[in-house]
């Protein structure tokens, strides 16, 4: 399992590709080939895996649902609403238009490490959850 930690200020150029940060780069096992997986995320940014990762954790998942509705609901869900991502030669994958439309077609992200997969955040965006971050933080009770 991958440790992404930290957060970078990233900019997209002109056909919204984003270069990977290189210590988030090398975490991924080569294996993989390159690909990764974006969807949306819960709040408003977009979750980026490394293919195995999307394996292990979210295919895994689905499929230890149990049979029903919901179970075809959250598959259709993320098959909708999820695309597979190539890693050019230089680090770079091309965001497509419409995951960037959902976080307001920024020009410049914040590629945020959370463990086993990275979100994309619109910069002012990640400014604002990471002040509601650090208040529960301080005010939870939650402690590791």
């Given at each position: 399992?991958?440790?992404?930690?930290?957060?970078?200020?990233?900019a997209?150029?002109?056909k919204?590709?984003?270069?990977?940060?290189?210590?988030?780069?090398?975490?991924?096992?080569?294996?993989?080939?390159?690909?990764?997986?974006?969807?949306?995320g819960?709040?408003?940014?977009?979750?980026?895996?490394?293919?195995?990762?999307?394996?292990?954790?979210?295919?895994?998942?689905l499929?230890?649902?149990?049979?029903?509705?919901?179970?075809?609901?959250?598959?259709?869900?993320?098959?909708?609403?999820?695309?597979?991502?190539?890693?050019?030669?230089?680090?770079?994958?091309?965001?497509?238009?419409?995951?960037?439309?959902?976080?307001?077609?920024?020009?410049?992200?914040?590629?945020?490490?959370?463990?086993?997969?990275?979100?994309i955040?619109?910069?002012?965006?990640?400014e604002?959850?990471?002040?509601?971050?650090?208040?529960?933080?301080?005010?939870?009770?939650?402690?590791?």
């Amino acid at each position: 399992m991958q440790n992404f930690l930290g957060d970078f200020e990233c900019a997209l150029d002109s056909k919204g590709r984003l270069m990977i940060p290189a210590k988030f780069r090398h975490l991924v096992p080569e294996g993989t080939g390159g690909l990764y997986v974006i969807t949306r995320g819960k709040e408003n940014c977009l979750n980026l895996y490394p293919l195995n990762e999307w394996n292990e954790v979210v295919v895994a998942r689905l499929h230890e649902l149990p049979p029903g509705p919901e179970k075809r609901q959250f598959i259709r869900f993320f098959s909708r609403q999820s695309r597979t991502l190539n890693l050019d030669k230089t680090g770079r994958i091309a965001v497509p238009p419409g995951f960037l439309e959902l976080i307001g077609n920024p020009k410049r992200v914040v590629v945020v490490g959370v463990l086993n997969y990275m979100e994309i955040w619109a910069p002012e965006d990640y400014e604002k959850i990471g002040r509601e971050g650090d208040d529960a933080f301080r005010n939870g009770n939650l402690e590791i």
